[in-house]
């Protein structure tokens, strides 16, 4: 009985705020058997690309992570890191399926894979602080606190290093990139598309810490909940003062422009001619094609500057912004051009070109795994180093191609050289009638409340619409149907907080998950 006594004297006390259970190291346990994780990975992966366009059904993103930190918890490295890869690869296969339409499994394939293992390394090191919390940060306040900020800083350091690396990275799929149709939207203006998914991720977080504390009263941890969550939607939506408006018109062609579509050359710009007649006597003051728009350059092409010229001069003389491809020399642009008064007075090639795509990385290397795929990339697309705006009689306009509105950096440096509008210009023909046109137009939603600027989304087939700095919609074309589209549109000035330290708060809270992660992994449990 004494040396029972005393034994217990001896031990580690356990605190009435502990959290679950730990092994003889102070390491948490698991909260689920592995199996049971797996199958909840499973279920999350597709729940998380439920949340995103076209279904929208945006809180199923929320339940996700929630979900996937929780199977998490106690885990070791290498089953959190198969808990990851089975979460990140099912959300992932199936929200790129789009991919297949046209270019088959393979590319699928090959994407998919890859980015479930960019996502399973974040559960991995999640899991790190997960199964060392309850002795890094011994008191219930202190977890409560503490945890869930690290642990959504690992995860956006994980988006954030998926959108630039390797070769551009992919920023497609982030967190806040579910929210575009939802209470959260407006908060992308104060604190970025990486601040977003942070605090999303947070409140997921911060609600399963919640939960797994002991000895707290059930009162306490559902006002604490109903807290978190109202703090999270309370913060007021950014006011996006504008001054004065511009008329703008946009065509939508619906053109079979894609990748290995059959068409004689110039078959692309006859039908954005032909769409462009709608617009008569609407007095504009710019008209916008999409990407590719012109198919044949109008540079070399005499026939296609003729066609922009009588365009221009059947609605007065307006400015056209149009989609084409150009070659310098040896290299060839993505570009756009402004064509005014029978010539081009100004050009934007494209940021971003999107690699196995646009352009084919490390060419010889992936030609001895696929040739037949990688000789489909006939040329590739050099990356632009043009300004983002055209000054159009005034009228300030960023100019955004496609995947450029994906690229947090050049949407930040559009905003510094002061566009009060953005003109992006998309091709989403070898898409067809899949999400891919939905992911991206949500994508722009969140740039316009972002930035706060009225954003002309045009596509050649579709979904094009003008979106206001709120993110509301003021005009559009329904999809695949040739048509226009004019309104006058709001111009804006004023940068929001995110376009000026949006940068500083990922690498805030990115800094943040490391250096919890760090003082995770040094602490030492006290002995006997």
Partial sequence: MALTTTSAALSPARSPSSVTETDARGFSRPL???????VAAVGAGIAFDAGFPDKGWWPLTLVATGVILTALVGRRPGAAFLVGLVAGGVFWAVHIFWLTLYLGPVPWLGLFVFEALYFALGSLLISLVYRRADRTWPSRWGR???????VAGLWTLREGINSIFPWGGFSWGRVAMSQSESPYTSLVAWVGMAGLSFVLVWLMAFLLQLVRESGMRAATRILTAAVAV????????WPAPTSGTSRIGAVQGNSDAGLFSQHAPGD?????????????????DVLVWPENASDLDPETYPIAAATLDAVSAELGGVPIVAGTIQQRGDKVYNTSLLWQNGAV?????????????????????FRALAPDLVDLVTRDYEFGSTDLTFDIDGLIAGISICFDITDDAVMRAMSAEGAQVVFAQT?????????ENLQQLAITRLRAVEFGRSVVNISTVGTSEIIA????????????????????????????????????VEWLVAGLG????????????VGR
């Avoid at 109202?230 to 939506?237: E, S």
């Avoid at 091709?427 to 999400?435: E, I, K, M, V």
């Fill in 32 to 38: 689920m058997p592995l199996w049971l994780a797996l």
């Fill in 144 to 150: 409560l606190g503490v945890v869930p900020v690290v």
């Fill in 230 to 237: 109202v703090a999270t939607l309370a913060v007021p939506a």
């Fill in 268 to 284: 692309i710009l006859s039908d954005h001619a032909s769409g462009s007649a709608a617009l008569v006597g609407e007095d504009l």
């Fill in 345 to 365: 007075t100004d050009f934007y090639d494209k940021r971003h070109p999107v690699p196995f795509a646009e352009w084919m990385p490390e060419r010889a290397f």
């Fill in 427 to 435: 091709n989403n023909a070898d898409f067809g009638q899949t999400d």
């Fill in 469 to 504: 700095p709120d993110g509301s919609t003021i005009a559009a074309i329904p999809p695949y149907q040739a048509g226009a589209m004019v309104a006058d549109v709001p111009l804006a000035t004023v940068q929001t907080p995110a376009s000026l330290i949006g940068f500083q």
């Fill in 514 to 525: 490391l250096a919890g992660l760090a003082l995770a992994l040094s602490t030492r449990r």
